[in-house]
């Protein structure tokens, strides 16, 4: 049973209230929330990567910087993704992948990342096993986006991604199999697959699967 004040108001889900639910009963909501958004995986070997889930302090409320990566990649090009990619053997944690990552494709700094903990592993479709880590970011930010992996950055407001009724499940059916996945169209910005499903994740992991969050 979650808390009777884990759906706060949005104008109460301030920064002090984000790591006081990443320091409260984080292990036991992450159980009830591990099943909810992992596609159905054939027996096969997953590459270990990170992602950073940047949530950013604008004076008019946070925001949750996200990429659109360049056409031209080799996984999930065209795609809304987080900052990050596959860890590294210099890499000591998946932490570590997820700061280096969020630097080098956005030029984020090490300095302005509070990071706040860890969603639930996210294994994705593509064959990559996922450490989503949520942090806090402080502006000013000065982004330096790698060309070569982003083409575009952009910052919904994180009261978008908490009303469910932006979260919508859809459908396909991939080489003879039927898929569910997560999608927030934003502004012209289709945030689908494993990006809309950690944010989906995100969401149940703070308030609950059933949580309704008020104006």
């Given at each position: 049973?979650?808390?009777?004040?884990?759906?706060?108001?949005?104008?109460a889900i301030?920064?002090?209230?984000?790591r006081?639910r990443f320091?409260?009963?984080?292990?036991?909501?992450?159980r009830?929330?591990?099943?909810l958004?992992q596609?159905?995986?054939p027996?096969?070997?997953?590459?270990?990567?990170?992602?950073l889930v940047?949530?950013?302090l604008r004076?008019?409320?946070?925001?949750?910087?996200?990429t659109?990566?360049?056409?031209?990649?080799?996984?999930?090009?065209?795609q809304?993704?987080?900052?990050?990619?596959?860890?590294e053997?210099?890499d000591?944690?998946?932490?570590?992948?997820?700061i280096?990552?969020?630097q080098?494709e956005?030029?984020?700094?090490?300095?302005q990342?509070?990071?706040?903990g860890?969603?639930?592993?996210y294994?994705?479709?593509?064959?990559?096993?996922?450490?989503?880590?949520?942090?806090?970011?402080?502006?000013?930010?000065?982004?330096?986006?790698?060309?070569?992996?982003?083409?575009?950055?952009?910052?919904?407001?994180?009261?978008?991604?908490?009303?469910?009724?932006?979260?919508?499940?859809h459908?396909?059916?991939?080489?003879?199999k039927?898929?569910?996945?997560?999608?927030?169209?934003?502004?012209?910005?289709?945030?689908?697959?494993?990006?809309?499903?950690?944010l989906?994740?995100?969401?149940?992991?703070?308030?609950?699967?059933?949580?309704?969050?008020?104006e």
């Open positions: 049973m979650y808390p009777q004040d884990s759906s706060p108001r949005l104008d301030t920064p002090e209230w984000l006081e320091v409260s009963g984080s292990a036991e909501r992450a009830q929330v591990q099943h958004h596609l159905t995986m027996m096969q070997a997953l590459r270990s990567a990170a992602v940047p949530l950013v004076p008019s409320g946070m925001t949750v910087l996200l659109k990566r360049t056409d031209h990649l080799k996984d999930h090009a065209g809304v993704s987080f900052p990050g990619g596959r860890c053997p210099e000591i944690t998946p932490i570590q992948t997820a280096r990552e969020a080098e956005v030029g984020l700094e090490p300095q990342i509070e990071v706040l860890t969603l639930p592993d294994d994705t479709g593509t064959g990559f096993h996922v450490v989503p880590v949520v942090a806090l970011i402080h502006p000013p930010l000065n982004l330096k986006l790698d060309d070569f992996e982003v083409a575009d950055v952009f910052e919904p407001p994180l009261s978008f991604i908490f009303d469910k009724t932006n979260h919508q499940r459908r396909v059916e991939a080489r003879g039927l898929r569910e996945f997560w999608a927030m169209p934003w502004e012209g910005f289709y945030i689908w697959g494993a990006t809309a499903g950690m989906v994740s995100l969401h149940h992991f703070l308030f609950g699967p059933q949580a309704e969050i008020g």
